[in-house]
């Protein structure tokens, strides 16, 4: 069992209360949006590191979010052979090795994260990602000089805040960084995937970077922390695995040391890093970078040759733009890239460095591309970590319970669990079976190791325990309702039987009330998912007589009868006492008793049985009401009258008064309001009924005057009034007098008057009846206001008009001139601004009404002509609005439109169309009986026509030359494009360069304000380049011992053949012929030339023989299972002697009838076919044997779908089923167990309908039977 990493470093840190350098806070809060800064003790840390750097559990706790569980072991960035040199005013010093501790790996329990942390003296740089944040943390002297050297900055790149400066230099140098990119490497197809290959890199450090680190062991640091992060983009994101070796870190530590220009152009600087690395480094390396601190000009942060690495132009130059740790992993990621030949495109080959670490699908097929070319790198042993995971099962939840642990983990040798609470605690086992006592939550941990590293997941579990029931109860009982009681445990179900018929109960805790004394016996049945119990006891009900009674009627009228019903359980005799009633006793079970004095009255009753006595007394049981009694007198005086009522034993009087009114009271005084004779009734009601009484009241007066109008305030002239007589006692005459009115008088009750006159007047109504008259004056009860009256006259004098009113009754007056201008002068002067006829209002107004008076002024000039248009830059074919805007006193226009259509018109605002394009001239003449005016604008209107795109163009070698052919355009876009490149051009003429053989299509857009033309697609065929490729015997494959043809394309190339094992051995031929000797894989190399470059191919072929036939055959009774044992084929074809075939390797075949068959097998490959045949011997049991032997019936027969085989047998009998075609082709088959009389039931629903055979196989024999399906 390999070792298990159990020792943990763990570190609590604590942040900040206080951030002391506030100038540099600005700094940082312009870098983050968020961020915390904590004080670690670094070198605790780096000390327990150093102790397990082959591979440990690291615990890293900055507060409760920033809290990290990690297993970390050695990057192996840093080579055996490492130097570190530094360059100052005394020369050059190196030092083998280095006291940084570059880490990498997982955080423990979280699939998909990945760590990179750098560890040294008072340093901590790098990153931890979880899956869904990345936090990076660094030295926070790297941001504010003064910084403690334990004090670090931790971050979350989601915080980042955007740099403006940030671009690659690759487009602004392309063309330079490029020219040694094909001319490098030959391209290499034929490597495989799936390798470690070492990169030997050397880092350079000008004295800008010490300045800024303040030291060589602090550039150091910043050096190989970043090269640590940007190794995690590299090691598994490829084909391949690609591992940085670090050989040196060569630092500049005084001002004159830096042996490179010190020009900020990113390209001379890389061409002076070019010219002094290959021998200024002293280490071996395949690739090469340079820091510095230096701005580059422009927004240049890197630059890189492109597609150099192991060449003398393996550079890049490295901006250090940003504090923060993640653009600078993303800076030197993407710069290698290049040198590993990638191209821009996105995420870290983007232009613009950001926060990806992703590389485009681009890229990860040109760099592979490119470094399994390149042959110059070393070779690695792929870090393997394990990954730890597991599935549980809980296959029993009754105690004591049981579940299963599956161990899903990968790259592990060995393991350890440890599971909480569980039964065994702790295991080495791959997979484990847990028991648990108890349920819960418990944690379980499983160490996953491979000898070298460990990872361990922890996961939660819930454990369902049922224990077996307990069942006990008790129970309280209250005469006839017992509560029973639960007290066993772990029971989930509960069943009560009471012992009395009555339905069970399914509550822990039920009340049940019996209905009879007795000895009952209870019993509780309980239980669970796990089992069941039971118990029983014996519960005794005794009690007294429970008395109750009642009465038909409780509360009535003397005299009346009452029956009394006895409503006691348990009682054998009884004694009733009616206070008031007769009888005054009684002994009956239900008594009869009559009362005849109102009067409320006691019931008692005493009931008996042998376990004793109770009485039960309702005090005021009974109520006797009397009946009531009516009466009453009244005066009268005038109209109102006064009742008085003389009533007895009335709960409430309610009085109609004859008149249609009613009332209620002992004495109410009632007004009448007309004269008459009414019949007044008084009825008096109690409990026990209502009595009546009818007196007759007369009331003889004279009239009383009154009336009403809809006259509120005053009126004014020919306004009409209506009056309405509210007179009341019934007048029988109306004499109305209206003075100021129309009539003068009415002897109408309800009269309509106008009034005609302006004046104050007065109204009087005299009434009448058989009784007397009345008369009421209302003075100066009406009010009539006059109307005003309106006119004037007006003068005009150009724009001038003098206006002078004539006016009666007004209390003021408002002119209103007809051009938005008013006054309120009486005779005003008005001016107006524009000529034309204007309706003037003058209008009088007092409180009853406006009058108003209307006449029209003419102001008019000579008219002035002028237009103006919708739009004066048109297409050919669309129209112009043309708009007047001529004096408005204009009467008649004409239009001349040069070009137009029309080309003339009268009228206002015509609309032209412009058929062609061209420049034109617009004019109008207006006019008006005071003359007329004319305007001409010459080229006002532009029109432009359409254009039109078409092209011509040719291929010499490898550039395709574009001329257009079109006309009318501003602007031309060539689109050239095919599946693997699209470009655009601008310009009437265009040249492209195709990188690569291919047809490129070709797409003009011609543009101009009127639209757009697109031409059609036209196609040309770059075949230049030389492209290594063959074919073998025309796709056909390879066979020992006979020529095989290679095709390697045209004879306009020069070709170099190398065949391993072949003969010839070499050629240069362009179709070569090659002979093997033997079966084998044999490799072949192809460099195809031309003056365009030279392409390389280095695989494999195989080399095939013939194949062998054979195989071996078991026969029961009627099935014949075949095992194929031969070599080499690909193919196979079976005749099994009975007109049948098959193509399976190891085919079963049921024969239909017994006899020797000769089974024929043909082996086939490419290279030809082998043919064996052997005879085998069928015999077959009778069937009604076997069916006697296991009592078998097959039915339906036929059947719709649903086939069922019943079976009898005396002891366990295990049977495979099979459904076969008549040609003995297997449909379906399962194995079934049969104990006894079963059924088996097969579905068949899908087969078509037909003729099938059913096969029963045991270990002995198989019998056939037919099977027919018909629907």
Request: hydrophobic fraction near 35%; charge should be negative; glycine fraction near 8%.
């Amino acid at each position: 069992m390999a070792k298990f990493f159990k020792e943990t470093i763990v570190l609590i840190l604590f942040l900040l209360p206080v951030l002391l350098f506030s100038q540099a806070n600005v700094q940082l809060n312009e870098m983050f949006k968020n961020y915390e800064i904590f004080k670690i003790d670094s070198r605790k840390l780096y000390d327990k590191t150093k102790a397990q750097r082959n591979g440990g559990n690291v615990q890293l706790t900055l507060n409760d979010e920033l809290n990290w569980d990690m297993h970390l072991y050695d990057s192996k960035i840093i080579s055996a052979n490492y130097v570190l040199t530094e360059v100052n005013e005394h020369g050059v010093s190196r030092r083998k090795g280095t006291n940084f501790i570059p880490m990498t790996g997982t955080l423990n329990g979280k699939p998909g994260s990945r760590v990179s942390l750098t560890f040294g003296p008072n340093f901590i740089y790098g990153f931890i990602d979880n899956g869904k944040d990345i936090y990076y943390i660094e030295p926070l002297v790297h941001f504010q000089e003064n910084a403690s050297l334990n004090d670090f900055i931790c971050y979350n790149t989601k915080d980042i805040i955007p740099n403006s400066k940030g671009k690659c230099g690759y487009e602004l140098y392309q063309n330079e960084v490029t020219k040694y990119r094909e001319a490098q490497h030959s391209h290499h197809n034929g490597q495989r995937s799936g390798q470690c290959f070492s990169i030997d890199i050397a880092i350079a450090a000008d004295y800008s970077m010490f300045q800024h680190y303040g030291s060589v062991s602090g550039v150091e640091g910043h050096n190989i922390g970043v090269l640590n992060d940007v190794q995690t983009n590299y090691d598994d994101d490829f084909d391949d695995e690609l591992q940085f070796v670090l050989t040196e870190n060569w630092v500049s530590s005084c001002s004159t040391c830096d042996p490179w220009t010190s020009s900020t152009d990113s390209g001379a600087l890389l061409n002076s890093f070019t010219n002094w690395a290959p021998s200024g480094f002293s280490g071996s390396h395949a690739v090469g970078s340079l820091w510095s601190r230096r701005d580059f000009d422009g927004s240049t942060i890197g630059l890189a040759w492109v597609g150099a690495v192991c060449t003398s132009y393996g550079y890049n130059v490295l901006q250090d733009f940003s504090s923060n740790a993640s653009y600078k992993r993303v800076l030197q990621a993407h710069e290698i890239g290049h040198n590993f030949n990638a191209s821009h495109n996105t995420d870290i080959m983007a232009p613009s460095v950001s926060n990806s670490n992703s590389w485009s699908n681009i890229s990860k097929s040109e760099i592979p591309a490119y470094y399994q070319g390149i042959g110059c790198l070393g070779t690695c042993t792929p870090i393997t970590l394990p990954v730890a995971d597991f599935d549980y099962v809980q296959t029993e939840v009754c105690d004591p319970t049981n579940v299963d642990f599956y161990n899903n983990s990968i790259n592990a040798t060995s393991y350890l669990w440890t599971f909480e609470g569980g039964n065994p605690a702790t295991s080495t086992d791959e997979n484990v079976s847990v028991n648990y006592l108890d349920p819960g939550n418990y944690n379980v941990t499983l160490e996953a190791s491979n000898g070298t590293h460990t990872s361990t997941s922890v996961k939660t579990i819930y454990v369902d325990v049922i224990h077996n029931p307990i069942v006990e109860f008790y129970f309280i009982d209250n005469d006839f309702v017992v509560d029973f009681y639960f007290n066993g445990q772990h029971a989930t179900w509960w069943e009560w039987n009471f012992g009395d018929g009555s339905p069970f109960s399914n509550l822990a805790n039920p009340q049940h009330i019996y209905s009879a004394p007795g000895l009952y016996y209870v019993t509780l049945t309980a239980g669970n998912d796990c089992g069941q119990g039971t118990v029983t006891y014996e519960v005794y009900i005794d009690v007294l007589p429970i008395i109750d009674f009642s009465a038909n009627i409780v509360n009535t009228c003397n005299p009346d009868t009452i029956t009394f019903t006895n409503n006691t359980a348990y009682g054998d005799s009884y004694v009733w006492t009616f206070e008031g009633g007769n009888p005054a006793t009684s002994t009956a079970e239900n008594p009869v008793v009559i009362y005849n004095t109102p009067g409320v009255y006691n019931v008692k009753l005493i009931a008996f049985n042998v376990v004793g006595s109770d009485s039960l007394i309702r005090n005021d049981y009974i109520t006797i009401n009397p009946t009531p009694i009516a009466g009453f007198d009244f005066t009268v005086q005038n109209a109102q009258v006064t009742f008085t009522s003389t009533a007895q034993h009335a709960t409430s009087i309610s009085w109609d008064f004859g008149d249609g009114t009613t009332g209620t009271g002992s004495n109410p005084v009632h007004v009448y309001t007309d004269n008459g004779t009414y019949n007044v009734i008084q009825t008096v009601t109690s409990g026990c009924g209502s009595v009546s009484m009818t007196r007759s009241v007369t009331i003889a007066i004279a009239p009383i005057p009154s009336f009403t109008s809809n006259y509120s305030s005053p009126i004014c002239q020919n306004d009409s009034i209506s009056f309405t007589s509210t007179s009341t006692y019934s007048p029988t005459t109306y004499l109305w007098t209206f003075e100021g009115g129309t009539p003068a008088t009415s002897t109408e009750a309800n009269p309509i008057i106008k009034y005609v006159t302006a004046g104050t007047f007065n109204v009087t109504l005299k009434v009448t009846n058989a009784h007397g008259s009345n008369e009421l004056t209302m003075n100066d009860f009406v009010q009539v206001n006059p109307n005003p009256l309106v006119s004037f006259t007006a003068l005009g004098d150009g724009y001038d008009v003098t206006f002078t009113q004539n006016i009666q009754f007004e209390d003021s007056h408002l002119w209103n001139f007809g051009d938005g201008q008013t006054s309120t002068a009486d005779n005003p002067v008005h001016t107006y601004s524009a000529e034309g006829t204007y309706p003037v209002l003058l209008t009088g107004t007092n409180a009853c009404g406006t009058a108003q008076f209307t006449r029209n002024v003419l102001v008019q000039l000579a008219p002035t002509a002028g237009f103006e248009a919708n739009d004066t830059l048109i297409c050919a074919g669309q129209s112009v609005d043309f708009w007047d805007r001529s004096s408005p006193s204009t009467t008649s226009w004409n239009w001349s439109f040069e070009g137009g259509t029309p080309s003339t018109s009268t009228a206002k605002n015509p609309v032209v169309t412009y058929a062609a394009p061209g420049t034109y001239n617009v004019s109008l003449i207006v006019q008006n009986s005071s003359g007329q005016g004319t305007l001409t604008i010459n080229d006002y209107i532009e029109v432009v026509g359409t254009p039109t795109a078409s092209f011509t163009g040719n291929v010499i070698d490898n550039v395709i030359n574009l001329i257009n052919t079109g006309s009318g355009a501003t602007d031309h876009d060539w689109h050239i494009f095919n599946d693997s490149h699209s470009v655009h051009l601008s310009g009437t003429t265009a040249s492209f360069t195709a990188p690569e053989n291919g047809t490129y299509n070709v797409v003009l857009k011609a543009n101009n304000m009127c639209g757009e033309a697109v031409s059609d697609t036209s196609q040309y065929i770059v075949d230049v380049y030389p492209v290594a490729s063959f074919s073998v015997n025309g796709g056909n494959g390879a066979c020992a011992e006979t020529p095989v043809n290679f095709n390697g394309g045209s004879s306009a190339f020069s070709y170099q053949w190398t065949f391993e094992g072949g003969t010839p051995t070499n050629s240069t031929l362009s179709n070569p012929s090659v002979q093997y000797s033997g079966p084998g894989t044999y490799g072949v190399t192809l460099i195809k030339s031309n003056t365009f470059g030279s392409d390389t191919l280095i695989t494999t072929i195989i080399v095939g023989s013939l194949p062998t036939a054979g195989f071996t055959f078991a026969t029961n009774d009627s099935r014949a299972d075949f095992v194929y044992n031969g070599q080499g084929q690909t193919s196979v074809s079976w005749n099994f002697g009975d007109g049948t075939n098959s193509s399976e390797l190891n085919p079963v075949h049921f024969y239909t009838k017994p006899g020797d068959y000769t089974v024929t097998l043909i082996s086939t490959n490419s290279c030809g076919n082998d043919t064996l045949s052997q005879v085998i011997t069928i015999l077959t049991t009778a069937t009604q044997d076997f069916n006697d032997e296991f009592g078998i019936k097959v039915f339906p027969n036929p059947t719709t779908g649903l086939l069922k085989v019943s079976f009898t047998t005396k002891e366990s009998v295990d049977f495979e089923w099979t459904i076969a075609s008549l040609a003995g082709h297997v449909l379906r088959k399962a194995p079934v167990s049969v104990t006894g009389n079963q059924v088996v039931t097969i579905d068949l629903s899908d087969l078509r309908d037909g003729l099938y055979l059913l096969y029963l196989t045991t270990e002995k024999r198989t019998v056939p039977y037919k099977i027919f399906i018909i629907r």
